[in-house]
């Protein structure tokens, strides 16, 4: 059975007793009285983690509470979860270390340095049909892997926004890894998203789930879709751009704040300024391309194959790899 929580069909993330159990935990920090915990709580921030890695200014903005109460309200969190240094990101960066998970193909993985880490979000953009999708299924069984087989031995948040998820096709994968396919779908927390809001909807209140889930991997599939069907006129062009960034900023402080991966899935688009070589590049504009840590590009190749792009690393050369999806998954050429 899949953990649904999907907020439009009945079950919920956060149901009222633990909202109420937070309430007292809030209201225990020094200098946070009813009124500051339920605005805070109203605003989405449901876990000690989610407020001790917020800026002063965020709270104000998002949970209408005043600055000093913010900066307060911050450093209970923080001193609550001994948190003692300045920003509540250099703790985490320099607590904790980048992981890897495998993608299963030791091609892919060499290409990544060694899978898909950690504190990082890795974007695969491609054509339709070209294997998105399939590398989501498959990173949500290979997270789950043990260490010595390339995993982290954690669970995946996979977020549909196009209702291609199938579980069928983690059982296939888990079957190949040689894991026990009722195990490994347990470990996936799913959520279908119907519009964009409900995607930020869905993303945000899940975060409760991160650490009591043990979520080693966030899957966004698609990243953009509802976006770009929703916001179609140019003016309204400024106010997508201005909520994709901010969804790919909460993204973002999941995997530092968690040490989990995100994948996020793209299209990609017509690109008319280009008359040579392939005349695709990724949907979002500069705002993906500069949220994203890591990007792939992937495409069919000859005899059913998919070629796989690196094309951006923070540190990583560019390259490409061949690989062949098959009924036990992604795997090399
Ligand atoms: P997208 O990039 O649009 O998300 P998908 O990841 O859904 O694309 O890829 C779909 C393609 O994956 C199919 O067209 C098929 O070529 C391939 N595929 C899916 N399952 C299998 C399988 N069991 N064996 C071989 N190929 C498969
Ligand atoms: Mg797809």
Do not use: W
Not at 199 to 224: F, H, P, R, W, Y
Request: hydrophobic share 35%.
């Amino acid at each position: 059975m899949l953990y649904t929580f999907d907020i439009n069909e009945g079950s919920i993330v956060i149901k009222m007793s633990e909202e109420e159990d937070f309430l007292e935990v809030l209201k225990e920090l020094p200098g946070v009285g009813n009124v500051t915990a339920k605005k805070l709580i109203e605003a989405g921030y449901v876990t000690l983690e989610s407020i001790a890695l917020s800026t002063p200014a965020e709270l104000v903005v998002n949970a209408g509470v005043s600055e000093s109460t913010a900066k307060k309200v911050i450093n209970s969190a923080r001193q609550k979860l001994n948190i003692e240094v300045t920003t509540a990101y250099e703790y985490y960066l320099k607590k904790k270390e980048t992981l890897r998970i495998t993608t299963g193909s030791k091609n892919l993985d060499d290409l990544l340095g060694g899978g898909i880490e950690t504190q990082a979000i890795t974007e695969i953009y491609g054509p339709y049909g070209s294997g998105k999708t399939q590398l989501a299924h498959q990173l949500a069984v290979t997270v789950q892997l043990p260490v010595e087989r390339g995993g982290i031995e954690r669970g995946c948040l996979f977020i549909d926004t196009e209702g291609t998820f199938r579980p069928e096709r983690i059982t296939q994968i888990a079957e190949a890894f040689e894991l026990d396919p009722s195990e490994v779908l347990k470990h996936i927390l799913y959520a279908r998203a119907y519009t964009s809001d409900h995607q930020i909807l869905v993303t945000a209140k899940a975060e409760k789930m991160l650490k009591k889930e043990n979520i080693g991997l966030i899957v966004v599939d698609s990243l953009i879709s509802h976006f770009r069907g929703e916001y179609t006129g140019r003016e309204t062009l400024a106010e997508r751009q201005q909520k994709l960034n901010k969804y790919i900023h909460m993204l973002l402080k999941y995997a530092t704040g968690y040490n989990l991966a995100v994948l996020v899935t793209n299209q990609v688009m017509a690109d008319p300024s280009t008359f040579f070589g392939d005349p695709t590049r990724p949907a979002g504009g500069h705002v993906i391309g500069h949220g994203v840590t890591t990007r792939l590009y992937i495409r069919r190749g000859k005899e059913g194959r998919r070629v796989i792009k690196l094309t951006k690393s923070p540190y990583l050369p560019e390259g490409a790899v061949e690989v062949l999806i098959t009924d036990k998954g992604i795997v090399d050429v």
